[in-house]
């Protein structure tokens, strides 16, 4: 059984083109996260949705938009992408620690984005 | 530099032997977790210290955590050629931020 899965897991487009990235978890987690992993494989986190609600924005440009249509589901759209967005972008999903801090976190496979 | 600098970057053993990798943060934390990504996939979590312990063992991983040094180890015992991967410390603050902030990681290889 999957636990966090992503589509597509490879994406190769052009510079201008907008293209999204699906997320989906199983584990009945009510907060989702999107991660970039750059080239020397430093991962970011990008955003956090909390049952549907934007917990965390990092300094990410306004061209990268998440939506979370419910808890099971946190999708990632990208606007005029750019050479500088190739990297590998990863979903990954938790359970909400009221108290702050963070529980375990799991990792779906990864989309390797390749802007030409 | 950032939080969570793990140290060495790279470390090749011989299998069998023991790998320790050590993982430093700059601010106060909630808790330290250790990952692994092997590689082409997404990342797997291993083990979760909270920032009142000291010590905690996992099968053959054995961390350590030292909120003093502001720094981890993470051991791992009898290493295999399946432990072959990039090993990732992260940590997270207990001020209400509740993303994870990882280090650079350390890619370890254990030779058969």
């Known amino acids: 059984d999957t636990a966090v899965s992503q589509t597509p897991k490879y994406l190769v487009t052009q510079m201008g083109n907008d293209k999204s990235i699906k997320c989906e978890q199983n584990l009945g987690h009510d907060t989702m996260y999107w991660y970039k992993q750059d080239s020397k494989k430093f991962l970011k986190i990008m955003f956090s949705y909390n049952n549907k609600e934007l917990i965390i924005n990092e300094t990410v440009p306004n061209r990268f938009s998440p939506k979370s249509p419910d808890k099971a589901h946190l999708n990632l759209h990208i606007n005029s992408l750019e050479l500088g967005d190739s990297a590998v972008y990863f979903c990954a999903s938790s359970r909400f620690l009221t108290s702050g801090g963070a529980y375990e976190q799991y990792f779906g496979p990864g989309t390797r984005l390749t802007v030409t | 530099s950032q939080q969570g600098e793990e140290d060495p970057q790279a470390l090749s053993i011989q299998e069998g032997e023991n790998a320790t990798m050590n993982c430093s943060y700059k601010t106060s934390i909630n808790n330290l977790q250790w990952y692994r990504q092997n590689s082409g996939r997404g990342l797997v979590h291993l083990i979760l210290i909270r920032s009142n312990e000291r010590e905690k063992h996992s099968g053959r991983l054995r961390v350590t955590l030292d909120t003093s040094k502001k720094s981890s180890s993470l051991l791992i015992t009898a290493s295999r050629a399946a432990d072959t991967a990039s090993y990732f410390c992260?940590?997270?603050?207990?001020?209400?931020?509740?993303?994870?902030?990882f280090g650079s990681g350390t890619r370890l290889q254990v030779q058969p």
């Open positions: 992260a940590t997270s603050r207990g001020t209400g931020r509740r993303a994870l902030t």
